[in-house]
Every structure is written in C-alpha cells, then in structure tokens.
C-alpha cells in the first residue's frame, strides 16, 4: 500500500507557471503508474497527466498539451506536474493517484481515474485573471 500527499498548490495569476508534487510512501514507488487529475465543484474529476513505470511513457489531456509537464522521480518517491502558462479555467483541486502495475504494463500511462487505487487528499490551484 502506497500513501500519497500532494503540494505545491497556491493561487497564481494567469501565465504563471507552479509546480505541484506528490510523495509516495513505502519502497516501491518504481512500481507504480501515477497520475494527476483534477476537480471543480459541480464537475466530475477530470484527467490531466499520467506517467507510467517507465518515466518516458506519458500522456497528457489535450487542454495542457504543450503547457504541462508530468515527471517522476523514483529516488525521491516523487512525482510532478510542472505547469506553465496557467488560465483561470486551470483553477481546481489537483489530484494525485497510483495504481500498482505489473510489468506487462510498463509503458502504460492511464487516463482512466477507475484505474487507479490510491489517491491523495487534493492540493488547491487558483488562478486568477
């Protein structure tokens, strides 16, 4: 079992770029496929970025391709989510999520939130205009 706390929220304005990370507990972090979503109120949790065991498979939603950055670190049980260029739409609860993936799935990157089985408690972006 892995736990996850995320930081590097704030309120920014718009252009800005933050960095938000996640820490995992435990030994086994390399072993885990990582993802960031995010939430508004009223809206269901949306995808953002996910990287798989293996740091060069990512993926990305369409509305930060270009302006986001996902990363990992496995000596430090860390992953990232570099954001530049921020918008006001980008303001929401961040996310951090890992699910335990075998080897067959080292280059797999989800995107879907049902994949995932251990989620953090949320870090605040704002972004004002």
């Known amino acids: 079992q892995v736990q996850l706390v995320e930081s590097g929220g704030g309120l920014v304005q718009a252009g800005d770029s933050l960095r938000l990370s996640c820490a995992a507990s435990?030994?086994?972090?390399?072993?885990?496929?990582m993802g960031w979503f995010r939430q508004t109120p009223g809206k269901e949790r949306e995808f953002v970025a996910a990287?798989?065991?293996?740091?060069?498979?990512?993926q990305y939603a369409e509305f930060v391709k270009g302006r986001f950055t996902i990363a990992r670190d496995n000596a430090k049980n860390t992953m990232y989510l570099q954001m530049h260029s921020l918008k006001p739409e980008d303001t929401a609860v961040y996310y951090c999520?890992?699910?335990?993936?075998?080897?067959?799935?080292?280059?797999?990157?989800?995107?879907?939130?049902?994949?995932?089985?251990?989620w953090g408690q949320g870090t605040q972006v704002t972004v004002s205009s």
């Open positions: 999520a890992g699910r335990r993936t075998m080897m067959a799935n080292y280059y797999v990157a989800s995107s879907r939130s049902t994949d995932y089985d251990y």
């Open positions: 435990g030994r086994t972090f390399s072993e885990y496929g």
């Open positions: 990287i798989a065991r293996n740091p060069a498979a990512t």
